[in-house]
């Protein structure tokens, strides 16, 4: 065993970092150096003081009860280890423990025959009860058949007894149980095995039946069993079912399967079998060694949850513990109102030895004595060490007028989920009160799967609350599971592991597996609803990255649109965007509104673990929002404007800001993108550049939404009346242009000239907004002084030359056509015959008027003039 241990270490040094290393690779921001491992011995004194304070507490006891058995590991498995498969019926599979070239049939519904006799005579009374089964080898194990109280089929059988064929001189009542029978299926009789089913082991113990345990540690029959009651924590067996079962020779140490079939030949051969059929089924699989659960009465450690489950149940119910989604309470309820004890240890050697030990008196025959009997429940000693232990055997076996032996300590180690269910205070030094303890704990949040919500989430909760008294936190936040392109669960039998670190930096394949990136793989994360299960493969990522390129490309278009900007001496960017907010231009407005509303938005989001929403409100914001409109309109003035100028003062302004805010918006998701713009950002209150700007994580930013004096761009709301009308406006004319682009009507969109038609007896609100909009006079020399908003003026916004606005009355086409239906607006597209500006591409009536450049518009020439004599 040391020397396995020793492996076990050395393997954990060599491919433990693993999950770490991905981790980094992501970027998770966390305190490295707190790392822990649950068998460090911080953690594995915690495990040992919870151990004994539960035994202490009367809540961790050595019982024999139904658990799940691997008869490959020859160990109990926990509920998590356990796999279902759905059997259609007469399925065939090979079975670890049996012969390697043979199948074993499962799915099949075997019907036979108890013979009825008399209780007081032992002889049969001609009448014969048919029971069913899909597991005919567990009537080995028979001790009962059970009926409704209220069939009328078998009234005459109550009180009455069966014969086993195999062991007639075991003793089968017939037992009336309405919990078990359904009278309405099958028969309306089941067999009761009450040592291998769970159903059976409740109605055994309701009834004190006799527990027959008919297969040994490693799946085959038993030679010789011992009959045994169970009820409570390990009564005493009833001197009425203390006759050894000997099993036959044709029987004993047969594997399970190979017993099932010579049971059934042999009850053939008896004449009690009745009839064979497919039945579809649920078979239990040990999820490490494939092999086919057995339930198995053993003798294990169990931790009664009952009050620990009621602590946990309140604590949901009254607020204090919020589980996100919320549909995932149901389950949580449905878990711990129907609580079982916790089977805690293990036969395995890997994990935290069980903290007891067994005392033997001096000059005691070891041999002799049975140590998994009641008779000897009281010499299992826990303690913290050995010595402590000592001390305890010492007084209990001077009860017996014993001195002590020996101890044995149990060689059994405790399922893993119980010291993972110390985790949250255990890292934090507990039971000591250390400063991480008292700083620390309890902690508000929790992110896992939903897979394990009772087996560790709420394992954490009842320790918690038993050994801390407090919540271990009070939000648990529960993701679906990731499943490969096809759906399935990743496993390494089926060679469908993605591993992130290959995601991130690429595969051996590059064309096949591309180098995405960090960010690309935590946008991924973040953009689906893990509400429930999820696919990933490699047109998921190209879909993502797609996403991720978009957004990437709005902010290096943003940067580079930025590179001259400056902030004023005394100001930084929120004060100097207020005090010159009432001069900005409606579409710069309806920016920064849009903005602030965006900010609002993803900081409910946030707030609300609703992940996907905020990238894909980041992501509309930035293809939609900026790159769609806003920069696409912007380009007039960034690369014709003055340098100077303050129409493009104002839209680097503007631009900046939305840089400032969403490189924060963005960083809990895109971490490295957003470090990298935060550092391209050129721009510092009093400084063009900064070469300490810091990191974006260490800027003061607040999530509290409800003080506006946090809030990053708190900003009012343009007329959105004004700017839905532009933008649908927008769009129609896009669609337009597109067309007369496709009839060779115009080139650019710059080429155009627009007649729009507006129905105004019915879209008065639209007229009102375009036309406030619409003014075509001749271009002027750039001035900002000028009463002229050439930002507002449709033909920016639209990048069209001319725009005429026309009235037309909907009653009037409706008279000349009365079958026709009107368009909210119609657009004529013609080509705009006026000379074109070679610098800026629009064209005006004013190109050509001016000798000394006659190829650029009125503007555009002040520009030119500004630069010769700025350069001379």
Aim: aromatic share 10%; charged share 25%.
């Amino acid at each position: 065993r040391e020397q396995f241990i020793n492996q076990v270490w050395k393997w954990k040094e060599q491919y433990g970092s693993r999950i770490c290393q991905q981790l980094r690779r992501l970027a998770s921001s966390v305190d490295w150096n707190r790392e822990r491992f649950t068998m460090d011995p911080v953690c594995a004194h915690a495990v040992t003081e919870a151990f004994v304070q539960l035994h202490d507490a009367g809540l961790m006891y050595r019982d024999s009860r139904l658990i799940n058995w691997s008869c490959s590991l020859k160990s109990a498995i926990s509920d998590l280890e356990v796999d279902y498969i759905e059997l259609e019926g007469a399925d065939k599979r090979t079975v670890p423990g049996h012969p390697k070239d043979k199948q074993y049939e499962f799915g099949m519904f075997t019907e036979f025959a108890y013979k009825v006799i008399d209780p007081k005579t032992r002889k049969p009374t001609g009448d014969e009860v048919i029971v069913a089964t899909t597991r005919l080898e567990t009537m080995l194990g028979d001790v009962a058949v059970a009926v409704h109280p209220n069939d009328p089929r078998y009234k005459k059988l109550h009180g009455m007894q069966l014969l086993h064929p195999f062991f007639p001189h075991r003793q089968m009542d017939i037992i009336l149980d309405d919990i078990l029978v359904d009278m309405n299926l099958g028969t309306g009789c089941v067999k009761i095995t009450p040592a291998h089913d769970p159903n059976d082991y409740e109605c055994g113990k309701r009834h004190s039946l006799p527990f027959i345990t008919i297969f040994s540690r490693d799946g085959t029959v038993v030679q010789n069993a011992t009959p045994f009651i169970v009820g409570g924590k390990g009564d005493e067996a009833s001197s009425r079912f203390a006759q050894i079962q000997h099993f036959p020779d044709w029987i004993a140490g047969q594997p399970r399967y190979e017993a099932r079939i010579i049971v059934e030949n042999r009850l053939k051969q008896a004449d009690l079998f009745r009839d064979k059929y497919p039945k579809p089924m649920r078979l239990a699989l040990c999820s490490r060694s494939g092999d086919i659960i057995e339930p198995l009465v053993q003798p294990q450690w169990f931790v009664d949850c009952n009050d620990m489950a009621r602590r946990a149940c309140d604590a949901v119910r009254s607020g204090e513990l919020s589980i996100l989604p919320k549909i995932h309470e149901k389950t949580w309820f449905h878990w711990l109102e129907n609580v079982r004890p916790w089977c805690v240890s293990r036969q395995l050697w890997w994990g935290h030895q069980v903290p007891a030990w067994f005392a033997y008196a001096k000059d005691e025959d070891m041999t002799k004595i049975d140590k998994d009997s009641p008779a000897f429940k009281h010499r299992w000693i826990v303690a913290r060490n050995e010595h402590e232990a000592n001390i305890k055997a010492i007084e209990i076996l001077k009860a017996e007028a014993k001195t002590l032996g020996i101890l044995r300590r149990d060689e059994d180690v405790l399922d893993t989920w119980f010291s993972s269910g110390l985790f949250p205070f255990s890292v934090f030094g507990w039971p000591e009160k250390t400063p991480d303890f008292e700083a620390f704990y309890p902690t508000t949040l929790l992110e896992t799967g939903l897979d394990i919500l009772f087996f560790w989430v709420a394992r954490m909760v009842m320790l918690g609350l038993q050994l801390t008294n407090h919540l271990p936190f009070t939000t648990v936040y529960l993701h679906a599971m990731v499943r490969d392109k096809e759906g399935r669960k990743m496993s390494k039998s089926l060679g469908n592991v993605i591993d992130p670190k290959e995601v991130i930096n690429g595969g051996k394949d590059a064309k096949k597996n591309p180098p995405y990136g960090a960010d690309v793989l935590r946008l991924w994360v973040a953009s689906v609803d893990f509400t429930s299960d999820v696919k990933i493969g490699p047109n998921t990522l190209k879909q993502i990255f797609e996403q991720y390129r978009k957004i990437r490309n709005t902010f290096r278009y943003m940067i580079g649109n930025v590179y001259d900007f400056t902030l004023s001496e005394d100001q930084n960017l929120q004060q100097e965007i207020s005090a010159k907010y009432e001069q900005f231009s409606s579409l710069d407005k309806w920016m920064l509104g849009s903005l602030s509303k965006l900010e609002e938005e993803v900081f409910d989001a946030y707030k609300n673990f609703q992940f996907s929403r905020v990238t894909n409100l980041i992501s509309r914001f930035c293809v939609t929002d900026l790159s769609a409109f806003y920069l696409d309109v912007a380009k007039d003035r960034l690369y014709i404007s003055p340098t100077n100028a303050k129409r493009r003062r104002d839209c680097q302004l503007v631009l900046a800001i939305c840089l400032d805010t969403i490189s924060k918006l963005v960083a809990p998701i895109l971490p490295h993108i957003a470090e990298e713009l935060w550092h391209a950002l050129p721009y510092k209150p009093g400084q063009s550049f900064s070469l300490e700007r810091g990191s974006v994580f260490d800027t003061n930013f607040d999530w509290d939404i409800a003080n506006p004096s946090l809030r990053m761009a708190h900003y009012p709301k343009a007329d959105e009346a004004l700017w839905s009308n532009i933008q649908y406006f927008r769009d129609e004319v896009n669609k337009a242009l597109e067309i007369a682009r496709r009839n060779n009507i115009i080139g650019a969109s710059v080429d155009a000239a627009l007649d729009v038609f507006i129905y105004d007896d019915e879209h008065e609100d639209l007229w009102h907004s375009l036309k406030k909009l619409c003014d075509n006079r001749p271009f002027e020399p750039h001035c900002d002084d000028s009463d002229w908003n050439d930002i507002d003026d449709l033909r920016f916004l639209l990048l069209v030359s001319k725009v005429n606005l026309i009235r037309k009355s909907r009653s009037a086409l409706l008279q000349s056509a009365p079958n026709s239906t009107p368009p909210k607006l119609s657009i004529r597209v013609s080509a705009d015959t006026r000379p074109k500006c070679a610098r800026c591409w629009y064209h005006d009536s004013s190109v050509g008027a001016h000798s000394d450049h006659p190829d650029l518009c009125s503007r555009c020439i002040a520009v030119v003039n500004d630069l010769q004599t700025s350069s001379s």
